[in-house]
């Protein structure tokens, strides 16, 4: 308690002096994390499916090739691991792209919530129906708007062109923004009811951790 007591101090006053850098920050931070979480996961994903004895057709196919060829009696190929068996390696750059996309989406999604706070302002005798209002407006409006952005960013610093970018949207915009409004309005509700407004979006990146990691699963499941 005394560490996190010590950082949300030092947060609160870098936040007092520079506010939309604070946030900047912290999200791409956190957004590192979440990759970082995400390709983690992917690893043992891969390593539990080949420990578990699938074998691909390819694989069955080097397989009976290697018992075929009688001619080869060096068996020293034998020792050495094949890299097709290991999981791939971590993705510095993929990491770079989250970043990027938290650092540089911050300041907008700072401006969007301080426009929800002055619209729809949350009192004592009136807090439950603003913060209601709050989440429908950032769920019909920002959620939405907020997804397209990013697999369109992602596909670009991939590469990708126009084409791919609406690829992409085809494929796994609507399943993810239907998991969006599954796990974040409840979020929400809790962020605009309790949370103080400077630290909104750090509590949400907090949180959206395992929903980044989401996407970044979704995202490179779609490159694959």
């Known amino acids: 308690m005394g560490i996190t007591a010590r ?15 604070t946030i900047m920050i912290t999200n791409a931070v956190l957004g590192g994390i979440a990759d970082t979480v995400a390709q983690t996961l992917t690893a043992f994903r891969i390593r539990a499916s080949r420990r578990s004895g699938y074998v691909g057709k390819d694989e069955f196919l080097n397989i009976k090739i290697a018992d075929l060829d009688k001619k080869d009696l060096n068996p020293s190929h034998e020792m050495m691991p094949s890299t097709k068996n290991l999981p791939p390696p971590f993705d510095f750059e993929r990491l770079t792209r989250f970043m990027a996309y938290g650092f540089i989406m911050s300041p907008l999604q700072f401006h969007w919530f301080g426009f929800l706070s002055r619209a729809f302002p949350i009192t004592k005798s009136a ?3 603003p913060a209601l209002k709050r989440v429908a407006c950032d769920q019909l409006i920002f959620a939405p708007f907020g997804l397209a952005a990013f697999f369109s960013f992602m596909t670009v610093a991939e590469g990708g062109g126009r084409r791919a970018i ?3 949207l085809q494929d796994i915009y609507i399943p993810a923004l239907k998991a969006n409004w599954m796990l974040w309005p409840m979020v929400q509700i809790l962020n605009f009811r309790v949370i103080p407004l400077q630290l909104q979006i750090p509590f949400v990146s907090s949180i959206g951790i395992a929903w980044t990691a989401y996407l970044s699963l979704s995202n490179s499941s779609e490159e694959a």
């Open 7 to 21: 950082l949300a101090a030092k947060f609160n006053s870098y936040y007092a002096d520079k506010p939309v850098l």
């Open 127 to 129: 807090a439950t129906l």
């Open 166 to 168: 609406s690829r992409k």
